[in-house]
């Protein structure tokens, strides 16, 4: 999806609406791309191709993030909304069949617009973990979750956004750039 071919309007509707949407008490969040949007240009990335939400699980271990993972996937599936999920970082599983076992990242359908959502979860040393990075950060420094602004609009997504996005995009995250900036690959904090 490009978002270049969406009206702003359309985006934003689709955006609201994802957000809104509640899937067994998770609310989703903005974040990657998109966040790195608000936080620098109060709007989406130039170039991005897609819209990125996380939602973070009720639960600190991996078994039972999976769990909930693969119930979330179970319903937007049975809202024809999941398009295809990750089972490693460059496989992905399009035919749906029982059990879902990706690995946290997943593409689903709004009405007009695709986004890509993100398994996060705060372990039991209290460490925020997300794919493809996993251990991202202390909860503290993440919590209580911030409003951020898209286009006059507010969402909602992790609290201190600028020191995230220098450690996943590097010290130069403030510098827009011509093409998709690449995460720093599996930051162990």
């Not at 620098?40 to 130039?46: C, G, S, T, V, Y």
């Not at 995230?164 to 930051?187: C, I, M």
Request: glycine content about 6%.
């Amino acid at each position: 999806m490009s978002l270049g071919n969406r009206s702003q309007q359309e985006v934003l509707n689709s955006l609201e609406m994802m957000e809104n949407f509640k899937f067994d008490k998770i609310t989703p969040i903005i974040f990657w791309g998109t966040l790195l949007g608000a936080v620098r240009e109060k709007n989406f990335i130039p170039h991005d191709s897609d819209i990125d939400f996380g939602y973070v699980s009720r639960f600190k271990t991996l078994p039972e993030v999976r769990v909930e993972m693969e119930n979330l996937y179970q319903e937007l599936f049975d809202k024809g909304m999941l398009i295809k999920y990750f089972v490693t970082p460059n496989s992905w599983v399009t035919k749906m069949e029982k059990p879902f076992q990706g690995i946290g990242q997943a593409h689903v359908l709004t009405e007009k617009c695709y986004f890509d959502l993100f398994t996060l979860w705060f372990d039991e040393e209290g460490d925020l973990n997300s794919y493809p990075l996993l251990k991202i950060g202390k909860k503290r420094d993440y919590l209580p979750f911030q409003e951020y602004e898209i286009l006059g609009r507010k969402f909602m997504s992790i609290n201190n956004a600028e020191m995230f996005l220098e450690k996943v995009y590097g010290s130069d995250w403030r510098t827009p750039q011509n093409k998709k900036s690449a995460l720093k690959k599996h930051v162990v904090l």
